[in-house]
């Protein structure tokens, strides 16, 4: 085999026993007289070498090979030249597409060159190959690809793009119009109706509607199953009438603020923050899709991996094999959003990851060339604000707004490119924004010269009609009466919907906010389920060679299921591996989740000498549901808005993502706060998302040692989430089990351990699986007589071990220690029990490692009094003192502090 490289062709040859290769590799060559020759001659195979030129003589240049190099320019720079800005407001200008740039002259324009296949053709004349690289590249539509590195998909895109391109036929003109009708009428009919409100309105880039029903178009034509559509709130009432169909009564209806209270999901959100779901039917031949809008918040861009969740969720659900991404997902952009917010480039990289690859997502940038006031030069370091997606090799497609059929013929391309390879293609729409950020806005304040430019500029819609009059395409009857038509519509479905106003309907009975665990809910399982389990880990396939430090824990954990003693990590798989057996499907992603950051779990196993890989609970029965296990990329943002999306989409499956430590799950913020917490107060979208987060006071610095469970108490409220710290690997794994057959779809925040997933104290007996249920309290099973105790100490999590140690040593036997084991929702009832047991204690204290800002005390010192006065009136806090840092540097400081809060809770 030999590799043959040029700055135009790039092919691997095979068959080199040949003179027909040989005199190919000429042919490729064009004739150039290379040190190829005496490769070739060292071959010695004879043959006729075949010229296409005689030899350059020395200093001479190889016009052939300047023409090839032309043609490699304009396919490399011919972007930059393209007419994409519909309000020519910078200037397009590159000297290397310039033939004088490349050797040639003015008389070389009706000379024929060798062009290697350019265009479809072996030679063409300069001025041809000009031609076509002009409107190929330089029109209406520029063209990025050559960053793309695999030659099969290059070559795929220059079929595509160097050829002669009909314009439609006129039906689809008459529709493309058509669509630009409803989306210029809608806003008008909104700036008439509604004046004043917010709406940000997609006026300047009306030409999105026909794009987008072109990708469905394509994805119909397919016969795939969905298209998902993300975006934020720029244009996205229209989307939801013009595209996705949302009802127009229903979108007058909520203008006029007047809905059912009942029909609200807790706070409701703003009418452009909505999602919805519709059928798209094709217009031109058979075929429909499924199309769905999903729900999203202000935060710009924090919806791209959860729309990714959502697909990958969809297309696992639909299980078409690995090549069956069926379910498309479209996100649209802002410009200065898609450069500015980071979470684009950690959603990219999700791209071509395993557990993750969604078959490719089509991004639509509206490029209105400004971010609320600040202009591009001011808002990115980079050309464009599309070449973040380089990082991916995708394709882009810069496109003038202002020229429909040709955002329509690169919508269609787009979508055809990534059936064709599974990966993600940009579509970057050079439009403007004719209004301010909001109706409420002038933007001439800070762009002048921009909106004078604006504000003389017809529509796009007035634009393309003009364009089709002229070309004789359609007449002018025939486009006012198709948009009168559309407004007579509008007009229509308004004034239903101001009379329905007037009788307004009796609201109905309110949502239901609490969480309501069904009383007969077992969660414990037959002793066989969990030696099957355990047999798994040591039941290897032939020939398999585990490491030989993993080898010892698979045996342990064969002995665990028959003779107790279980630990966390045993008890956690038990949990997995059980609902697996139950026909739920488990799905685990995180930052080294698969072994564990603690070399804990092993879940997958590697082969020590050849690298295989072995899921023992993907291997339990052949009627499971499956175990998924994946490590994540290194980032949280995007990687807990993916698994929150997978879980909307996919409510009986246990979605859990887990962080390397606790500390770090902040970097995903607006997720948490945007859609974990509050997705079902805001738009009913609810989740089962489990985030498992380490956390505990080891003395480990404050960047490894606290998730933040004042945070996360702070969100919550209206039984919007369950809050635990679970202290035994019976009572986690109760847990899990629960989260995953309660019915109740709320979020699961589990504050999981570090040092003690290796103490002796924290295992469990076989039997607490197998009977039983999740305890949000756990009562002291060290007390003797409850009426000797006098102080009671509530606490959770890893300090009741350390507790109880330092009480036993002490030989102190009236004090109690209570392990709150859910946080929220408060267990006040199970609380109050326990405390019963008790009553002669009147000294009660909330003992917590956390600094006594942080950890729950906030909310329990608080509320416990409240809900419990008769017993919690007077709670005391032990705790570390008020501070800015979760915990101290140093390890020496740690252990001095630990000390003083036992001493604190025990004297």
């Known amino acids: 085999m030999i590799l043959l490289t040029s700055t135009y062709d790039h092919r691997i040859i095979q068959g080199a026993e040949s003179g027909d290769f040989l005199r190919r590799v000429h042919e490729l060559l064009l004739g150039e007289h290379s040190f190829y020759d005496d490769v070739f001659a060292s071959l010695r195979i004879p043959y006729e070498p075949v010229r296409w030129t005689q030899d350059i003589p020395e200093g001479a240049v190889d016009k052939t090979a300047r023409v090839l190099e032309l043609i490699d320019a304009y396919r490399t720079r011919g972007h930059l030249m393209a007419d994409v800005d519909p309000l020519n407001y910078r200037q397009r200008r590159h000297p290397d597409l310039d033939v004088l740039q490349h050797g040639l002259t003015l008389w070389d324009l009706d000379r024929e060159f060798a062009v290697g296949g350019f265009a479809g ?163 031109f031949g058979d075929g429909e899709t499924k199309v769905t809008l999903t729900s999203n918040p202000s935060h710009l861009e924090a919806v791209n991996p959860v729309l990714e969740g959502i697909v990958r969720a969809k297309q696992d659900i639909l299980d078409k094999g690995q090549t069956g991404f069926t379910v498309v997902p479209v996100l649209l952009h802002g410009d200065a959003s898609f450069a500015g917010q980071g979470v684009v480039a950690e959603t990219l990289n999700l791209a071509l990851l395993r557990g993750y690859r969604t078959g490719g997502t089509v991004h639509v940038i509206i490029n209105n060339q400004v971010g609320f006031t600040t202009a591009p030069e001011y808002g990115r370091s980079s050309k464009y604000s599309t070449d973040v997606a380089k990082m991916i090799g995708a394709p882009v497609f810069h ?111 309110s949502v239901e906010t609490e969480q309501i665990i069904p009383t007969g809910l077992s969660t414990g399982v037959d002793r066989s389920v969990i030696e099957a389990i355990g047999d798994a880990h040591v039941n290897l396939p032939e020939g398999f060679s585990p490491h030989p430090r993993v080898k010892p824990v698979l045996d342990k954990r064969a002995q665990m299921a028959r003779e107790g003693g279980i630990d966390w990590a045993f008890g956690e798989l038990l949990a997995f591996g059980s609902l697996a057996l139950d026909g739920h499907m488990v799905r685990l992603a995180g930052q080294d989740s698969r072994r564990g950051t603690f070399v804990q779990r092993h879940s997958v196993l590697i082969d020590r000498t050849t690298g295989a890989e072995h899921t023992p609970l993907m291997n339990l029965s052949e009627g499971q549901a499956k175990f998924l296990a994946y490590d994540s990329a290194l980032s949280e943002f995007a990687a807990v808005g993916f698994e929150y999306g997978y879980s909307v989409a996919h409510p009986d499956a246990l979605v859990l993502w887990e962080a390397q430590f606790g500390d770090f799950v902040n970097g995903a913020q ?180 956390e600094p006594a800002n942080q950890g729950a005390w906030p909310l329990y010192g608080l509320t416990l009094p409240a809900l419990l006065p008769d017993r919690l009136g007077q709670l005391q806090r032990v705790s570390r003192r008020a501070m800015a840092a979760p915990s101290a540097g140093s390890g020496k400081v740690h252990e001095v502090e630990q000390q003083e809060l036992i001493d604190g809770a025990l004297d």
């Open 121 to 283: 053709q072996q030679h063409m004349k300069l001025r041809d190959v000009l031609g076509v690289l002009r409107d190929s590249y330089c029109r209406n539509t520029g063209v990025e690809y050559m960053h793309i590195l695999e030659p099969d998909e290059r070559s795929w895109l220059q079929e595509r793009v160097e050829r002669t391109h009909d314009k439609p036929e006129r039906a689809e003109q008459k529709y493309i119009l058509s669509k630009l009708n409803a989306a210029e009428a809608f806003e008008t009919f909104l700036q008439t109706k509604y004046i004043g409100q917010k709406r940000f309105s997609l006026e300047g880039s009306e030409t999105i509607i026909p794009l987008l029903d072109a990708v469905l178009d394509k994805a119909a034509e397919h016969e795939l199953d969905e298209v998902v559509l993300g975006m934020p709130h720029r244009g996205r009432l229209n989307v939801l009438a013009n595209v996705v169909g949302k009802p127009y009564s229903q979108i007058f209806r909520e203008f006029e603020g007047n809905l059912d209270p009942g029909q609200a999901h807790g706070s409701g959100d703003v009418k452009y923050h909505l999602g919805a779901e519709g059928k798209y039917y094709r217009m």
């Open 399 to 509: 496109v003038n707004g202002d020229d429909p059929e040709a955002c329509v013929w690169v919508a269609k391309l787009a979508v055809e490119y990534r059936q064709a390879f599974g990966k993600d293609v940009v579509i970057d729409m050079v439009c403007y924004r004719r209004r301010g950020h909001n109706e409420g806005d002038d933007p001439s304040m800070t762009q002048p010269a921009m909106y004078d430019v604006i504000d003389a500029k017809r529509s796009v819609r007035k634009v393309y009609t003009e364009s089709l009059i002229g070309r004789g395409d359609i007449s002018v009857d025939e486009a006012e009466r198709a948009l009168k038509d559309y407004a007579q519509q509008l007009e229509h479905v308004f004034n239903e919907v101001r009379e329905l106003e007037k009788y307004p309907p009796a609201p109905s009975e």
């Open 670 to 849: 607006p997720v948490i706060d945007e859609f974990v917490s509050s997705g079902e107060a805001k738009w009913g979208q609810r989740s089962d998302v489990v985030l498992l987060l380490p956390h505990g006071h080891e003395g480990q610095g404050p960047d490894h040692t606290s998730g933040r469970i004042e945070r996360w108490l702070q969100l919550c409220a209206e039984g919007s989430m369950t809050v635990a710290m679970p202290s035994t690997p019976a009572n986690y794994f109760h847990l899990l089990r629960r989260h995953a057959l309660d019915g109740v779809h709320r979020p699961l925040v589990v504050f999981t351990p570090k040092s003690m997933l290796r103490l002796k104290a924290a295992v469990s007996p076989v039997e607490d699986f197998t009977q039983g249920r999740f305890a949000p309290v756990l009562d002291d099973p060290m007390v003797g007589d409850p009426s000797t105790v006098r102080r009671v100490l509530l606490c959770s999590g890893k300090i009741s071990y350390e507790l109880n140690t330092a009480r036993q040593k002490r030989g102190i036997d009236d004090i109690a220690i209570v392990r709150v084991e859910q946080l929220y929702p408060v267990p006040q009832r199970q609380l109050a029990e326990a405390l019963d047991r008790f009553p002669h204690a009147t000294d009660i204290r909330w003992v917590q490692e």
